[in-house]
């Protein structure tokens, strides 16, 4: 799918259909965590902070045991 960014006041919005809202649980009042991997923009629903800190804790140490061998993949 391919989008255009939209004019929002002096911002720009990108509109999500409906049925990919749904697919993700995701309404009006759900927080959204917006981030980057240098290339992309990743936008992921939160609905369970304690679900979210765990996994936080998890890439944490991930990455802090294992951070050589995913730098050598990448290359």
């Not at 259909?17 to 009042?29: F, M």
């Not at 304690?50 to 050598?72: C, G, I």
């Amino acid at each position: 799918m391919i989008k255009k960014l939209t004019p929002h006041g002096n911002s720009q919005a990108l509109v999500i259909e409906k049925a990919i809202l749904q697919l993700l649980k995701i309404d009006k009042d759900t927080p959204l965590e917006v981030s980057t991997d240098g290339t992309n923009i990743i936008i992921s629903p939160i609905h369970d902070k304690r679900r979210e800190k765990a996994f936080r804790a998890a890439l944490k140490k991930v990455n802090k045991n294992h951070s050589k061998t995913l730098k050598n993949m990448s290359q």
